[in-house]
């Protein structure tokens, strides 16, 4: 069974830092596109950053660029979002999602991916 789960949320204060991981079990992520989606409340879902599977090439959200770092780790079955000077407006749940085949990633709001983890909670405030 595939299964993506995340972890490293948690609440930290404007200008801190969290790392989250995206654990992949039931597969290696060779083969598959990693996005990291966000979603506020009342806010509609939208992807901050992607790795593609075809030439690790990454992407990022305006707003993030510059702070955050998605990265593969040498396992190669968890992926890492790295958030640097975080702001009150990162706030939300993050989602890791995996998008089948050998091929460049898209962000949006991540209609094409194919696995989906529980998300984790990240809350900036002071």
């Known amino acids: 069974q595939l299964q993506l789960v995340e972890s490293g949320g948690g609440l930290v204060q404007p200008g801190g830092s969290l790392r989250l991981s995206c654990a992949a079990s039931?597969?290696?992520?060779?083969?598959?596109?990693i996005g990291w989606f966000r979603q506020a409340p009342g806010k509609e879902r939208e992807g901050v950053s992607c790795i593609s599977s075809s030439d690790d090439s990454t992407y990022y959200l305006d707003s993030v660029k510059g702070r955050f770092t998605i990265s593969k780790g040498a396992a190669k079955n968890t992926v890492y979002l790295q958030m640097n000077n975080l702001k009150p407006e990162d706030t939300a749940v993050y989602y890791c999602?995996?998008?089948?085949?050998?091929?460049?990633?898209?962000?949006?709001?991540?209609?094409?991916?194919?696995?989906w983890g529980q998300g984790t909670q990240v809350t900036v405030s002071s």
């Open positions: 039931g597969f290696t992520l060779d083969y598959y596109a």
């Open positions: 999602a995996a998008h089948i085949g050998f091929r460049r990633c898209v962000l949006g709001r991540g209609d094409e991916y194919d696995y």
